[in-house]
T-cell receptor
Framework: NAGVTQTPKFRILKIGQSMTLQCTQD?????MYWYRQDPGMGLKLIYY???????DKGEVPNGYNVSRSTTEDFPLRLELAAPSQTSVYFC???????????????????FGPGTRLTVL | KNEVEQSPQNLTAQEGEFITINCSYS?????LHWLQQHPGGGIVSLFM???GKKKHGRLIATINIQEKHSSLHITASHPRDSAVYIC???????????FGAGTQVVVTP
């Protein structure tokens, strides 16, 4: 198993450009998450998905969009990149027993290697 | 105010020393996670616990639910333990985590 893979590893964008960060997992996990990590700060949740076709906002969703058309893939779209979006982006996945997640169910999250994005 | 606080922010130890990292949280949780972020940036999960104590090799994690506090101990530390250790809590539904800012650990030979 490759686990969680992310592409690209690094990217430099100009202000106003758009791009998609790719995330794929091969563990048949139902839950997937996008986080951003800024220097000296804890990871913050951007968006998450509880299954194909179902996504929801996290703590810092502004400026981002997601989709989940398959169990395996959870791309993150940046529209009109801004310097404030300079960060390291991590995708993660987890399997949570259906029916338990809404009641505080949780399990180990598996993280991708990250994408380092700079917006100039 | 962050609901998950870690201390210390930075820690330097000599090889062989016993290391303790603390995590306090202010919300009710279903579980607490300890993660390790390698110098290259990759993040791996070390422990998930909701009560008591877990041990894996030289790493021990404990949690006191009543006091809303967890500790991660590294026994007989080694330079390869140098990393950022992150505490996170599952305080909400849908597996969402709230993270501490991390503790940078450096172990010198």
């Amino acid at each position: 198993n490759a686990g969680v893979t992310q592409t690209p590893k690094f990217r430099i964008l100009k202000i106003g450009q758009s791009m998609t960060l790719q995330c794929t997992q091969d563990m048949n996990h139902n839950y997937m998450y996008w986080y951003r990590q800024d220097p000296g700060m804890g990871l913050k949740l951007i968006y998450y998905s509880v299954g194909a076709g179902i996504t929801d906002k996290g703590e810092v969703p502004n400026g981002y969009n997601v989709s989940r058309s398959t169990t395996e893939d959870f791309p993150l779209r940046l529209e009109l990149a801004a310097p404030s979006q300079t960060s390291v982006y991590f995708c993660a996945s987890s399997y949570i027993q259906p029916g338990l997640a809404g009641w505080g169910g949780t399990d180990t999250q598996y993280f991708g290697p990250g994408t380092r994005l700079t917006v100039l | 105010k962050n609901e998950v606080e870690q201390s210390p922010q930075n820690l330097t130890a000599q090889e062989g020393e016993f290391i303790t990292i603390n995590c306090s949280y202010s919300v009710g949780i279903s579980a607490l996670h300890w993660l390790q972020q390698h110098p290259g940036g990759g993040i791996v999960s070390l422990f998930m616990l909701s009560s008591g104590k877990k041990k894996h090799g030289r790493l021990i994690a404990t949690i006191n639910i009543q006091e809303k506090h967890s500790s991660l101990h590294i026994t007989a530390s080694h330079p390869r333990d140098s990393a950022v250790y992150i505490c996170a809590v599952s305080a909400d539904s849908w597996g969402k985590l709230q993270f501490g800012a991390g503790t940078q650990v450096v172990v010198t030979p």
